[in-house]
T-cell receptor, first 117, second 112 residues
Framework: ETGVTQTPRHLVMGMTNKKSLKCEQHLGHNAMYWYKQSAKKPLELMFVYSLEERVENNSVPSRFSPECPNSSHLFLHLHTLQPEDSALYLC????????????????FGPGTRLTVT | QKEVEQNSGPLSVPEGAIASLNCTYSDRGSQSFFWYRQYSGKSPELIMSIYSNGDKEDGRFTAQLNKASQYVSLLIRDSQPSDSATYLCASKFSGGGNKLTFGTGTQLKVEL
């Protein structure tokens, strides 16, 4: 596979469930991101990992928990979500630094459409 | 609050015309700008990046950057119905680390 992949593509969960979203990038990048996209709102940056360290956490509720075990994989663990958390969750990657190449171009995966009931 | 502003549209243009999409940004120190295309129900797709004042052309797309006016635009020549999508403008603000700030997007409709 190439690019950025995400699973599952669609997820319906109850407020008491625990689930995880998975992202994998095949671009050799060293930075990965989680975004939330709700209708009529700009993309909201949730978390940034650079060189496997979390470098940004935009006041995201603790019911969202990221994990980055290596530079190619990123997870978003979900628990006790609220209906307002229903949205498209997008993963992206970029080349942050190292190897003399820096590009802030971010490439997105297809997203996970999350519905919380 | 550093922001990126776009007119939400919809912008309607006839097939074959030039579509002009505009974006302004608040941080004078911004250095990097990006245009993404997002089809309904899909994820954003990077179509252009621009870092220097002036024009940058790629096929039917031309990005224009004017840092003095804090303005970036995207021109689509010979618009096709397949260009109908929402176009997101994004900027990397100075001191923002890896963060890109996105506008709300402009919906483009290319009509037959």
């Amino acid at each position: 596979e190439t690019g950025v992949t995400q699973t599952p593509r669609h997820l319906v969960m109850g407020m008491t469930n625990k689930k995880s979203l998975k992202c994998e990038q095949h671009l050799g990048h060293n930075a990965m991101y989680w975004y939330k996209q709700s209708a009529k709102k700009p993309l909201e940056l949730m978390f940034v990992y650079s060189l496997e360290e979390r470098v940004e956490n935009n006041s995201v509720p603790s019911r969202f928990s990221p994990e980055c075990p290596n530079s190619s994989h990123l997870f978003l663990h979900l628990h006790t979500l609220q209906p307002e958390d229903s949205a498209l969750y997008l993963c992206a990657s970029s080349q942050d630094r190292g190897s003399g190449i820096v590009s802030h171009e971010q490439y997105f995966g297809p997203g996970t459409r999350l519905t919380v009931t | 609050q550093k922001e990126v502003e776009q007119n939400s549209g919809p912008l309607s243009v006839p097939e074959g015309a030039i579509a002009s999409l505009n974006c302004t940004y608040s941080d004078r120190g911004s250095q990097s700008f990006f245009w993404y295309r997002q089809y309904s129900g899909k994820s954003p797709e990077l179509i252009m990046s621009i870092y220097s004042n002036g024009d940058k052309e790629d096929g039917r797309f031309t990005a224009q950057l004017n840092k003095a006016s804090q303005y970036v635009s995207l021109l689509i020549r010979d618009s096709q119905p397949s260009d109908s999508a929402t176009y997101l403008c994004a900027s990397k603000f100075s001191g923002g680390g890896n963060k890109l700030t996105f506008g709300t997007g402009t919906q483009l409709k290319v009509e037959l």
